[in-house]
């Protein structure tokens, strides 16, 4: 008898895919094993298993998810900041669109800081 039914391994590759880490594209397994009680050994062997295709399509399903969840909050923040600007700290609301914000940019591949470069040149008269 198989100790995980084949929905908690479905489940956990879910979990594996969004845990993964941009910059090292590999999941966070010890997150995903404390969220879930599989072993951490287990997790590797099942995402090892798994489709590259299939679990690259799922991770570019699961950005665009997100980006567009990141845009709801955002456009949801801005009516309540205007009705709140009175009522409550502006800053804390700010906070949450400059949030989601960032995190969107981030999932699209939008740079998330200004990155300019200013140069001085001295010249010394000899």
Do not use: C, H
């Not at 489940?11 to 594209?25: E, G, M, Q």
């Not at 709140?84 to 669109?97: L, Y």
């Not at 989601?100 to 040149?121: C, F, H, W």
């Amino acid at each position: 008898m198989a100790r995980y039914t084949e929905k908690d391994r479905e489940n956990a590759i879910a979990k594996l895919i969004t845990s993964i880490n941009p910059k090292t594209k590999q999941p966070n397994y010890s997150k995903v094993s404390k969220e879930t009680g599989i072993s951490r050994n287990a997790l590797r062997q099942w995402y090892k298993e798994e489709d590259t295709d299939k679990i690259e399509q799922l991770r570019t399903l699961k950005k665009a998810e997100f980006i567009n969840n990141a845009w709801e909050v955002i456009n949801e923040a801005f009516p309540v900041l205007k009705k709140k600007v009175g009522f409550a700290s502006a800053g804390q609301i700010s906070t949450i669109i400059a949030t989601m914000y960032d995190k969107q940019a981030l999932a699209s591949g939008d740079p998330t800081e200004r990155t300019d470069e200013k140069v001085n040149i001295i010249f010394k008269d000899e």
